[in-house]
C-alpha cells in the first residue's frame, strides 16, 4: 500500500514536470515568416496584431498609416502612366494625356501631396481606356501590386479632410519590407514571437541572424497568382520559379531540418480569378488542367510538395491573406498543428 502511494505520488511529480515543461514550450514559441516579396508576409503579420487577443489597431496607429495610403495610391498610378509611356499605349485624349504628363512630373511619389487635384486627375487617369489596356498587361510586361485597383476606387474616400484608415485599407497597404520585424502575438491557446523578414532577393542574407535563434515552425508565403509574372527586381525571372527555388532553398537547410514548415498558398482567390483566363502553361508546361481551378491549385500544391525532403513536416493552406475571417481559421488549424508538434502528435495536411 505504501508502494502504491509513493508511485502515485512520483506519477503526479512527473505530471506536474511535464505540464511544466508543455508551459515553458508554449511560452517559447517562435514563428520566422518567410518567402518571397509580394507573397502576402506583412500582410499575414498585420493580421496577427488585428486577430489576437484584444486585438486591432488604436486610433493614433491608423492615422500613421494615412500617408500611407496616398502613397499606395500615388506611386501605383505613377507605375500604371509610366508603363504606358514605355509599352507605347495611347492614352484617350491629349487633353488625359496632358493630366499624366503633369502627374508624373509634379507630383511626388511618397504621398506628401495629396489635394483633390491629386485626387481627381488619379480618378481620371484610372477610367481611360489607354490605362486599363495597361493595366491589363500587368505581371508579364512591368509590376504593379495587386491592391492598386482597390486605392483607385477608394479615392472618394481618402480624399475626405476627416479621413481615417480602416482596417481593411491598412491591410492593403504595401511598403517594401526590409530588415527583421518581430513582435509578441497573444491568443487563447497561445502566445508566440512571430519575426518577419524582408523577401527581396537583397533581403535575403540577412535571414542568417533569425537561424540563431531557436524556430518553432518555419511559416513560407507563396502568391499562388504569381505564376504569370515576373520578378520586379529582375525582369527576367519567373516570379513562381523564384518562390519554388526559395522554397527549396529553405526547405533543404540544414538550420531547418527538423523544423516544421507551414506553408501558405496565398492570394487564392486572385489565382482562381486568374487561372479563368491564364493557363498555368505560361509557366509550366508539364500542366494539362487547363482552366481548372482545384486541378491548378493541386498542380501548384505538388510543386511544393516534391521539393521538401520530409513531407510529414510540411503542412499546406490555401489562404487569402487580407481575408480576416480566412486568416483566423487557417491559424486556428495552425495553432493547433504547432500544439500537436510540440507534444509530437502530428500528422501532415
Known amino acids: ?110 504621398g506628401s501631396v495629396w489635394t483633390m487635384d491629386v485626387a481627381n486627375v488619379i480618378k481620371l487617369l484610372w477610367a481611360d481606356s489607354g490605362v486599363q489596356k495597361t493595366y491589363a498587361l500587368r505581371g508579364s510586361h512591368y509590376h504593379l501590386n495587386d491592391t492598386a485597383p482597390y486605392f483607385f476606387e477608394n479615392i472618394d474616400r481618402f480624399i475626405a479632410a476627416d479621413y481615417v484608415p480602416t482596417q481593411a485599407d491598412i491591410l492593403r497597404t504595401r511598403i517594401r519590407s526590409t530588415g527583421i520585424e518581430e513582435a509578441d502575438f497573444h491568443f487563447a491557446d497561445m502566445n508566440f514571437k512571430m519575426m518577419d523578414v524582408g523577401g527581396q532577393r537583397s533581403e535575403r542574407r540577412k535571414w542568417i541572424h533569425c537561424f540563431e535563434k531557436c524556430i518553432t515552425a518555419i511559416v513560407f508565403c507563396a502568391a499562388l497568382s504569381c505564376y504569370d509574372q515576373v520578378l520586379r527586381e529582375d525582369d527576367q525571372t519567373n516570379a513562381m520559379k523564384d518562390t519554388l527555388d526559395l522554397f527549396e532553398e529553405i526547405a533543404n537547410s540544414p538550420f531547418f531540418s527538423s523544423v516544421a514548415l507551414i506553408l501558405l498558398l496565398n492570394k487564392r482567390d486572385l489565382f482562381e480569378e486568374k487561372i479563368k483566363t491564364v493557363d498555368l502553361k505560361v509557366w509550366n508546361p508539364n500542366y494539362t488542367g487547363g482552366h481548372d481551378y482545384d486541378k491548378g491549385l493541386q498542380f501548384i500544391r505538388d510543386r511544393f510538395h516534391e521539393l521538401h525532403p520530409r513531407p510529414d513536416m510540411l ?25 500537436r508538434l510540440l507534444l509530437g502528435d502530428v500528422t501532415p495536411t
Open 1 to 110: 500500500m505504501g508502494c502504491g502511494a509513493s508511485r502515485s505520488k512520483e506519477d503526479k511529480a512527473i505530471s506536474k514536470e511535464l505540464d511544466a515543461e508543455r508551459r515553458r514550450r508554449r511560452n517559447e514559441i517562435r514563428l520566422l515568416l518567410l518567402g518571397p516579396g509580394e507573397s502576402g508576409k506583412s500582410t499575414i503579420f498585420k493580421q496577427m496584431k488585428i486577430l489576437q487577443l484584444d486585438g486591432g489597431f488604436s486610433q493614433e496607429e491608423m492615422v500613421k498609416y494615412r500617408n500611407l495610403v496616398f502613397r499606395n495610391c500615388v506611386s501605383e498610378m505613377k507605375v500604371l502612366t509610366t508603363a504606358a509611356q514605355k509599352l507605347e499605349i495611347p492614352l484617350s485624349s491629349t487633353q488625359i494625356q496632358q493630366y499624366a504628363q503633369w502627374f508624373l512630373d509634379q507630383v511626388p511619389i511618397d
Open 315 to 339: 503542412f499546406i493552406h490555401p489562404t487569402i491573406a487580407i481575408d480576416s475571417q480566412n486568416v483566423d481559421l487557417i491559424f486556428r488549424a495552425v495553432r493547433s498543428t504547432i500544439l
